[in-house]
């Protein structure tokens, strides 16, 4: 029986396998990974060109990976070339949408075996295209973040056999600006975003000992973690004010990653950011991107794990993994985040002018109580 062709498109942004982050990049990896020991599909995954990419692609068996050059001054002046076309067509023939790296994603689609699904992970307007030349495909979207497509969004679903969403959060996002109603009510689905929990539950104690070392962290000091992108409307400024809040002399604040991912480098809000932590001297920690494959070790040397958020987020998969790190989560009441967490494992905060100081309260509440931190973690283990 031939299995199902099953072609993931991404926005194009970042390299899958996702050797330089991303949670979009890093969930279909995942899903190749389980593909190779399951072997359910035959798929296809497109990707830009990255050399460290291509490296770990080669070890797939039942997964092609496609690569495409977008950058260099020829690449860009086509980028615009197409972008002006679909302006043009778009004023006489409804809405349409062109781009460089779709169109060699179609010419190579046509060149091999034809999709039974495409899933467009985050590139929504990708789905016009699609439609046009592979009409017999189902066309699912993938939404990972609230869609932005509401002067389009009738040429959009035209297009579109469904929707998957990463929370309910998401989900009535979509319904919303889809207007999803009456007999469409269940074209947009909830699949919450996963993980490979074993990557962080089987950290053991040596580990968390080695990375506290190579920190400058001390065996009697409590560690509240964040890992993330390093942008302002991820709470980290209202996270290291609630830190100055804390009446803790012993406690150190590790904040994990980059202004975007391993590709952003030190901005004017990371450099707001250090100037904060001058006062605290030693006890913040900025590590910069930190390869996927060795989060997990950041989770071991921490205590409690925090996700400030001061927008929408999506689900938090942070959050998640914290959870199945074993470590208790304090975190903002946006968006999906009270799908991923509850009460037994976390502290829900307002996003509000108090923010810092809740983040403050919460934290100080479950370092000083070991008893607590212990029974929140256990409990962490298993909703995760």
């Known amino acids: 029986m031939t299995k199902k062709h099953i072609v993931f498109i991404p926005c194009g942004v970042l390299p899958i396998p996702a050797v330089r982050g991303g949670a979009v990049e890093n ?55 197409y972008r002006a076309c679909g302006e043009w067509h778009s004023l006489f023939s409804g809405y349409d949408f062109r781009n460089l790296f779709l169109h060699h994603i179609i010419r190579d689609m046509k060149a091999h075996r034809q999709p039974d699904v495409v899933l467009l992970e985050n590139a929504p307007r990708y789905a016009v295209e699609i439609r046009r030349f592979f009409p017999q495909a189902k066309v699912v979207l993938h939404y990972h973040n609230v869609p932005n497509e509401v002067s389009v969004w009738d040429t959009i679903d035209a297009c579109t056999d469904c929707y998957f969403c990463i929370s309910k959060f998401i989900k009535h996002e979509v319904e919303r600006i889809f207007r999803l109603c009456g007999a469409g009510g ?20 040596q580990e968390r000992i080695k990375k506290r070392a190579e920190l400058g962290i001390d065996e009697g000091d409590k560690v509240i973690v964040y890992t993330g992108r390093l942008q302002p409307y991820k709470g980290v400024r209202e996270l290291l004010s609630g830190f100055s809040m804390m009446q803790m002399p012993r406690v150190k604040l590790l904040i ?32 910069g991107f930190v390869p996927y494959a060795s989060i997990p070790a950041y ?84 909703r995760a």
């Open 256 to 287: 994990v990653g980059g202004s975007f991912y391993e590709c952003g480098t030190g901005n004017r809000f990371i450099r707001e950011l250090k100037r904060i932590a001058g006062a605290f001297k030693d006890r913040v920690i900025f590590t």
């Open 186 to 205: 269940d074209k947009a689905r909830v699949f919450y975003n996963c993980l490979d929990i074993r990557r962080f539950c089987n950290v053991d104690g």
């Open 27 to 81: 969930l279909v990896w995942q899903l190749a990974d389980l593909n190779e020991r399951h072997v359910g599909y035959e798929m296809t995954v497109y990707s830009p060109y990255d050399a460290k990419a291509v490296e770990r692609s080669m070890v797939y068996k039942h997964t092609r990976f496609s690569f495409i050059r977008t950058s260099g001054l020829p690449n860009k002046m086509l980028t615009a070339f």
């Open 299 to 382: 989770y071991a040397a921490a205590d409690v794990a925090v996700v400030p958020s001061i927008w929408d987020e999506p689900f938090a998969l942070t959050a998640l993994e914290a959870l199945a790190s074993g470590l208790p989560v304090v975190a903002t009441k946006s968006g999906g985040i009270p799908e991923v967490v509850d009460e037994r494992c976390a502290r829900l905060v307002e996003r509000n002018e108090a923010l810092p100081r809740s983040m403050a309260e919460a934290l100080t509440e479950i370092l000083c109580n070991d008893d607590l931190r212990k029974e929140m973690s256990e409990t962490a283990r298993k």
